[in-house]
């Protein structure tokens, strides 16, 4: 069964706490995404990677950092850095790294909560 | 900076009606406009796709338009059902193709 998942669904980080998200993809694609959601507001992108020990940063990369490791999974640190992080978290992928008219594939997000 | 604009906001329409969401882009070199589909709590799931090579295309009751001269392009539901009650993104990505500029959502709610 092919796809993205996102770990936690829910989490939840004290004053000062790191925190990393998870997102593992099988679907053998090149290139991976991390967005930010707020209530009511459209996707801002964080980081992508199109290739493995890549990744370049997108329109609110502070406070957060990211790794490639390994192809399928681009795990998202967000760090005490980022003063708001309350927010749904959103992991996509595309199969190729670049190219015209591939589309991004979403995961089911992670809920993140400042206690 | 490279935009999209969507509208309107939201949108209520009555079972059985039609629900038509416009976006409009400034960026000449966008050629992907594809249109996601997001409930409550879930990630954003693509419903339907074009290319600036044709000015329509449909699939099932839904239905993309495209103008490439006034860079416009519209989703339209035809026969919304209280199924469909969702958040509407569309989307537009340049020939290079590595990111996606989203529109801000249109929140639409079919009443039963």
């Known amino acids: 069964d092919g796809g993205i998942t996102q770990s936690p669904k829910y989490l939840f980080r004290k004053e000062g706490q790191n925190v990393t998200l998870s997102c593992e993809q099988n679907l053998n694609h090149d290139a991976m995404y991390w967005y930010r959601q707020d209530p009511g507001q459209g996707l801002r992108l964080i980081y992508y990677?199109?290739?493995?020990?890549?990744?370049q940063k997108g329109d609110i990369a502070e406070g957060y950092s990211v790794s490639r490791e390994k192809k399928e999974s681009f795990p998202l640190t967000v760090t005490s850095a980022q003063k708001n992080p309350t927010a749904f978290y959103l992991c996509?992928?595309?199969?190729?790294?670049?190219?015209?008219?591939?589309?991004?594939?979403f995961g089911p997000g992670t809920r993140l909560l400042v206690l | 900076q490279q935009q999209v604009k969507q509208s309107p906001q939201s949108l209520i329409v009555q079972k059985g009606g039609i629900s038509i969401i416009n976006c409009a882009y400034e960026?000449?070199?966008?050629?992907?406009f594809p249109w996601y589909q997001q409930f409550p709590g879930k990630g954003p799931a693509l419903l339907i796709a074009?290319?600036?090579?044709?000015s329509e295309k449909k699939e099932g009751r839904f239905t993309i338009s495209f103008n490439k001269s006034a860079k416009q392009f519209s989703l339209h539901i035809m026969d919304s059902q209280p199924g469909d009650s969702a958040t509407y993104f569309c989307a537009a990505s340049g020939t290079s193709g590595s990111r996606l500029t989203f529109g801000e959502g249109t929140q639409l709610t079919v009443n039963p």
């Open positions: 074009i290319r600036p090579d044709v």
């Open positions: 996509a992928s595309r199969r190729g790294a670049s190219g015209r008219g591939e589309t991004q594939y």
């Open positions: 960026n000449t070199a966008f050629d992907y």
């Open positions: 990677s199109q290739i493995v020990n890549d990744f």
